[in-house]
C-alpha cells in the first residue's frame, strides 16, 4: 500500500514539474516572438524616419533649383523650353545623391520626381540597442539589411509664390494683343508687372522674396513684347 502510494505521489510531482517546465518554455518563446515583434517595428520606423529625412532633403533641393533658375528657364521663351532647362538643373543638383534611378516629370506648375538610391547596409547592434546607418558586413550584427529607399517628391510653384511656366508664356500673348497692356498684365497673381512701352517689354518682378547667393531678394525678368503701336 504504501509503495503505490509512493509511485503515485512521484508520478503526480513528475507531472507537475513537466507542465511547470512546458510553461515556463512556452513564456521563453512567447517572450522571444515579442521581443522580435517589437525590433521588426523598431526596424521599420527607421526605415520611414530615413526615407522622410531623405524626402525632405530632396524637396528643399528642388524649392532651391526652381527659385535659382525660374528666371533663366523664362529666357527660354517657351513653356516646354523652360521647363526643360528646370530639368536639366535638377539632374545637376541630384547628382550628389547616390542614386540608382531618377525620372523627371515638370509641367503644368509642377516639378515631380522619381528617385531610388542605391544600397545601403542598415544595422542594428542588438547588445547595445543601437542603429547603425552604412554598417559593414563584417561587423557583428543582429540584423543586417540592404535597403534601396524609393523617393517620390513633388514641388508645386503656385505653393513657392510662383506662376506655372504656362500661365506668364500665355498671359505674354494675351497682353501684347491688346490695347491696354498695362492692366492686361495687373491680374497676374505671383508678380508686379511693370510695361514699358518706349522698350516693348514688361518686367516682371515677384512678390514673394527668396534665398539665393546669400542674399534674400525677389525674382525678377523682362519679356520683350512684339506688339506693333
Same mark, same amino acid.
Given at each position: 500500500?504504501?509503495?503505490?502510494?509512493?509511485?503515485?505521489?512521484?508520478?503526480?510531482?513528475?507531472?507537475?514539474?513537466?507542465?511547470?517546465?512546458?510553461?515556463?518554455?512556452?513564456?521563453?518563446?512567447?517572450?522571444?516572438?515579442?521581443?522580435?515583434?517589437?525590433?521588426?517595428?523598431?526596424?521599420?520606423?527607421?526605415?520611414?524616419?530615413?526615407?522622410?529625412?531623405?524626402?525632405?532633403?530632396?524637396?528643399?533641393?528642388?524649392?532651391?533649383?526652381?527659385?535659382?533658375? #525660374?528666371? %533663366?528657364?523664362?529666357?527660354?521663351?517657351? *513653356? +516646354? /523650353?523652360?521647363?526643360?532647362? =528646370? !530639368?536639366?538643373?535638377?539632374? $545637376?543638383?541630384?547628382?550628389? #545623391?547616390? %542614386?540608382?534611378?531618377?525620372?523627371?516629370? *515638370? +509641367? /503644368?506648375?509642377?516639378?515631380? =520626381? !522619381?528617385?531610388?538610391?542605391? $544600397?545601403?547596409?542598415?544595422?542594428?547592434?542588438?547588445?547595445?540597442?543601437?542603429?547603425?546607418?552604412?554598417?559593414?558586413?563584417?561587423?557583428?550584427?543582429?540584423?543586417?539589411?540592404?535597403?534601396?529607399?524609393?523617393?517620390?517628391?513633388?514641388?508645386?510653384?503656385?505653393?513657392?509664390?510662383?506662376?506655372?511656366?504656362?500661365?506668364?508664356?500665355?498671359?505674354?500673348?494675351?497682353?501684347?494683343?491688346?490695347?491696354?497692356?498695362?492692366?492686361?498684365?495687373?491680374?497676374?497673381?505671383?508678380?508686379?508687372?511693370?510695361?514699358?512701352?518706349?522698350?516693348?517689354?514688361?518686367?516682371?518682378?515677384?512678390?514673394?522674396?527668396?534665398?539665393?547667393?546669400?542674399?534674400?531678394?525677389?525674382?525678377?525678368?523682362?519679356?520683350?513684347?512684339?506688339?506693333?503701336?
Amino acid at each position: 500500500m504504501n509503495k503505490k502510494a509512493n509511485i503515485s505521489i512521484g508520478v503526480l510531482v513528475f507531472m507537475t514539474f513537466a507542465l511547470c517546465s512546458l510553461a515556463l518554455l512556452s513564456f521563453y518563446i512567447n517572450s522571444r516572438e515579442v521581443k522580435s515583434e517589437i525590433k521588426d517595428v523598431y526596424f521599420i520606423n527607421k526605415l520611414y524616419s530615413f526615407e522622410n529625412e531623405k524626402s525632405t532633403e530632396i524637396y528643399f533641393a528642388l524649392e532651391e533649383v526652381l527659385s535659382k533658375n #525660374y528666371a %533663366l528657364a523664362i529666357k527660354e521663351n517657351s *513653356s +516646354e /523650353k523652360s521647363y526643360g532647362y =528646370i !530639368e536639366s538643373k535638377v539632374r $545637376e543638383r541630384l547628382n550628389e #545623391y547616390d %542614386l540608382n534611378y531618377l525620372n523627371i516629370v *515638370s +509641367e /503644368k506648375g509642377k516639378i515631380r =520626381i !522619381e528617385c531610388e538610391f542605391n $544600397e545601403a547596409n542598415i544595422g542594428f547592434l542588438d547588445r547595445e540597442n543601437k542603429w547603425n546607418w552604412g554598417g559593414n558586413a563584417g561587423e557583428n550584427y543582429s540584423i543586417l539589411a540592404i535597403y534601396r529607399p524609393k523617393i517620390e517628391v513633388s514641388v508645386y510653384f503656385e505653393n513657392e509664390g510662383l506662376n506655372s511656366f504656362e500661365e506668364i508664356f500665355n498671359k505674354v500673348e494675351e497682353c501684347e494683343n491688346t490695347d491696354e497692356i498695362q492692366n492686361c498684365f495687373n491680374d497676374i497673381e505671383n508678380f508686379n508687372v511693370k510695361y514699358e512701352e518706349a522698350f516693348e517689354k514688361a518686367i516682371f518682378v515677384s512678390k514673394r522674396e527668396f534665398y539665393s547667393n546669400n542674399e534674400i531678394k525677389p525674382i525678377k525678368f523682362d519679356i520683350s513684347l512684339t506688339q506693333d503701336l
